[in-house]
């Protein structure tokens, strides 16, 4: 099988819901009342904040990330570097929801630094994206550092270059490649961040267009308006993917423990000692903090009610069938890619790999955005929530499965294709004595990280969940937005460590437990 | 005069989980260049790398004219290197490049800006200082990491495998430039070489390393003749 069928399905995912959002939002434009809607006030507030929390965000994380992965890269190996990277690389597998209650209870009212109400709002959002990016962007810029050549460290001290001036000819040069990259990257994640503006964001004065979606749909019932706003997110989201496309420089997220060789004097030292604890901190509070309030909270209550594991089995299918689809497509189109890449056809390879990535030029939101404009009107979409959830998760986690499974498929291609053909190795028996040693690990890796992130997504179930759909994400929201807060502090801890427990298990059981 | 003395150092290897303690002794004279041969791994880049203060020496002293350098840091050090590769920052001009061997600030006055064209012109590079080190070969390139550490001025030139990536007729070319320019400043130059031409080529005296020690130093045509020590014979594959 190639991977035609699956483009084929990916296309018609993308473009069934935009021709239908087109048509609404083309029939809406001529009507009076929806041209005023594109003049409206309110728009041009929702583009304006939607803009400006994405700028905001990404410029402090990203701004704190250089300091912090300076002093990372600076500080030489430490008998916790290894924790600190796996503890930075927690964010990606914590569903957002409950992040933002980890946040809450630290930054809400009667949290350990309380900011009070004006935790709702910019204010919230913005340490949201922190917790979320810093440590994306730390795992992500750290490279640059261990990309520069040990004689230039050496030369740097030969010439005795002190701290500004290894900055300026030695780091600045290679991480200012970087940059653009991962700034787009994280811009991206900020504009289209859903649940942590949705439960943090305070009221009409905060609210992105992704909310402003679910809020058109869910609360005003106006499919025309949802499909107005959906249009203008596309658009965004694609210059934003464009802009990207050309800035793709992004290096390969840090999983080593080696640090390199750069001599500091004790000053230097402590400085980034100072750094790296108030990071650490930052990431890992929330996180105790939610600890803390769940220990301390109606624990056997909480466990004890059926709508909690209802969900928590909801959640796990949902996660485990999303997740075997996405690598199945992932397979299919990356084995292809390899084919044209041992054909010498590097170029129709990468644009073959590219598809797969088409939810970062169309958010998630607005395929169900769309799905619903298209379905409403001949069924009800409700009783299609958790196919479309299952489909759209899929769609979300195949970047991930790509870029987790791409290299060593292509690796085993280009390495083994000529040892293989010569020993008349192929099929199952091939599969079984080669691709499947040395391919196990990233698909263990993959199929974990797709399924941790369908299981605590809250986007698309926010759109079409129904009290007998309700996924566990969803019920901590439900929990949150009926302030709830130890139910749902226990929830919240409930749903991380079923997520990691799930992670863990996937990564061991699929990927095994040695090094391959 | 250049010398070491029982200079020790444990070389430790977390990967490989090996460990090879290393002691030297060695003498140079000024004006010459003395050839550093040896096996892969048998401790020669440690040894420019202990001179340079990259690393540092457990034990031991590093006497240049009676002055002891080992507790100095890397920049106090009279010492200059030039790697293989990397030698240069390849988004800083080569009049930049070698300007940061003078001062990192790049604060010149007119005589330290006359010393860098002095520098180009010896070593045929007069025309190039505008150019990035990705515009120029890959000789080019090395002449421009030796220029810097002429305008230096420190007496001690370390040399790691600089020519490595040459072929035969610019390498050849480059070390007698290099050999006329150490005996004309009367500078101590050490060179790490796995090409036993090169050493005939660039040095009167060569010394052979093996195991963290410098097993012997001979005048380099008996060195690569010597047929009693079964460490030389097997590096160099002599019967």
């Not at chain 1, 929702?46 to 994405?54: C, N």
């Not at chain 1, 910019?122 to 979320?132: E, P, R, S």
């Not at chain 2, 010149?108 to 006359?114: A, K, N």
Request: some cysteine; aromatic content about 10%.
């Amino acid at each position: 099988m190639s991977a035609y069928p699956v483009l084929a399905i990916l296309a018609f995912m993308v473009l069934g819901p935009m021709m239908a959002l087109l048509t609404v939002t083309g029939v809406s434009v001529i009507e009076s009342e929806s041209l005023s809607f594109w003049k409206s006030a309110y728009l041009r507030r929702v583009l304006i904040f939607s803009f400006w929390q994405a700028f905001l965000s990404t410029a402090l994380s990203v701004s704190l990330a250089i300091i912090v992965a300076r002093a990372f890269a600076r500080y030489g190996c430490f008998p916790f570097r290894n924790l600190i990277l796996k503890l930075f690389g927690l964010p990606l597998v914590i569903p957002a929801v409950v992040a933002v209650f980890g946040l809450v209870s630290v930054f809400g009212t009667g949290g350990w630094i309380p900011l009070g109400r004006d935790l709702y709002g910019l204010n919230g959002i913005l340490l949201a994206h922190i917790f979320f990016n810093l440590p994306l962007a730390v795992r992500l810029l750290l490279p640059a550092w261990k990309s520069i050549p040990e004689q230039h460290w050496k030369l740097g001290q030969q010439l005795g270059m002190n701290s500004w001036q290894q900055w300026k000819y030695l780091e600045w040069p290679t991480l200012r490649e970087n940059l653009p990259g991962v700034g787009v990257l994280v811009f991206m994640l900020c504009l289209t961040s859903f649940a942590v503006v949705l439960t943090l964001g305070g009221g009409p004065k905060s609210t992105t267009l992704e909310v402003a979606i679910y809020q058109s749909l869910r609360f005003d019932f106006e499919p025309a308006q949802a499909a107005v706003l959906a249009a203008l997110q596309l658009s965004l989201c694609a210059t934003v993917a464009l802009i990207s496309f050309r800035l793709q420089k992004l290096p390969e997220v840090e999983i080593t423990s080696t640090a390199l060789q750069c001599p500091v004097d004790t000053n230097t030292l402590k400085l980034n000692a100072v750094i790296l604890l108030a990071a650490v901190v930052y990431v890992a509070m929330p996180m105790i903090a939610m600890l803390f309030e769940a220990f301390t909270g109606p624990v056997r209550q909480v466990l004890s009610n059926p709508a909690l594991w209802r969900s928590a089995a909801l959640s796990l299918s949902i996660g485990m069938i999303a997740a075997t689809l996405s690598i199945l497509a992932a397979w299919l189109i990356l084995r292809s890619a390899s084919d044209l890449y041992y054909i010498k056809r590097k170029h129709k390879a990468a644009y073959l790999e590219m598809a797969g990535s088409i939810v970062y030029v169309v958010p998630p939101l607005v395929i169900g955005t769309g799905l619903f404009v298209l379905i409403a009107p001949r069924f009800n979409v409700f009783d299609w929530a958790i196919p479309i959830v299952i489909l759209i998760n899929a769609m979300t986690g195949l970047p991930f499965a790509i870029r987790a499974l791409g290299p060593a498929m292509r690796q085993n291609k280009m390495r083994y294709q000529r040892l293989c053909e010569s020993l008349n190795l192929d099929g199952w028996n091939r599969f079984k004595t080669v691709d499947w040693p040395l391919l196990r690990k990233p698909l263990g890796l993959a199929m974990a990280l797709v399924t941790a992130l369908a299981m605590g997504d809250l986007g698309v179930i926010a759109l079409f969940g129904t009290p007998e759909t309700t996924t566990l994400p969803l019920l901590l929201y439900q929990q949150l937005g009926a302030y709830l807060m130890s139910e749902a502090a226990v929830t919240a801890v409930f749903l991380l460590g079923f997520c990691l427990l799930v992670f863990w298990l996937l990564e061991g059981i699929i990927g095994g437990r040695e090094n391959v | 005069m250049f010398s070491i003395r029982q200079l020790c150092f444990t070389y430790t290897d977390t990967e490989n989980n090996t460990v090879m303690p290393m002691s030297f002794e060695l003498q140079a004279e000024r004006g010459e260049i003395l050839s550093l041969i040896g096996p892969s791994g048998s401790g020669k880049t440690s040894l420019l790398n202990l001179i340079a203060g990259f690393i540092q020496a457990s034990a031991g002293q590093i006497f240049v004219d009676g002055e002891d350098i080992q507790q100095l840091p890397p920049a106090q050090r009279p010492v200059s290197m030039v790697f293989q590769s990397h030698n240069l920052f390849p988004h800083l001009d080569v009049f930049t490049n070698i300007a940061l061997g003078i001062n990192p600030s790049l604060k010149l006055s007119v005589d330290e800006h006359q010393s860098i064209e002095d520098a180009l012109v010896t070593l045929g590079l007069e025309g190039f200082k505008k150019r990035k080190p990705g515009q120029l070969s890959g000789g080019q390139q090395q002449r421009v990491a030796i220029a810097r550490a002429l305008v230096r001025e420190h007496d001690i030139l370390l040399l790691d495998e600089p020519f490595a990536a040459l072929g035969p007729a610019m390498r050849a070319e480059l070390i007698m430039a290099l050999k006329e320019l150490v005996s004309r400043r009367k500078m101590i130059a050490l060179m790490v070489s796995h090409q036993p031409a090169d050493a005939l080529l660039a040095s009167k005296h060569t010394a052979f390393i093996d195991n963290g020690q410098v097993i012997s130093i001979q005048k380099t045509s008996e060195l690569l003749n010597d047929r009693k020590r079964q460490e030389i014979m097997s590096y160099l594959g002599s019967e």
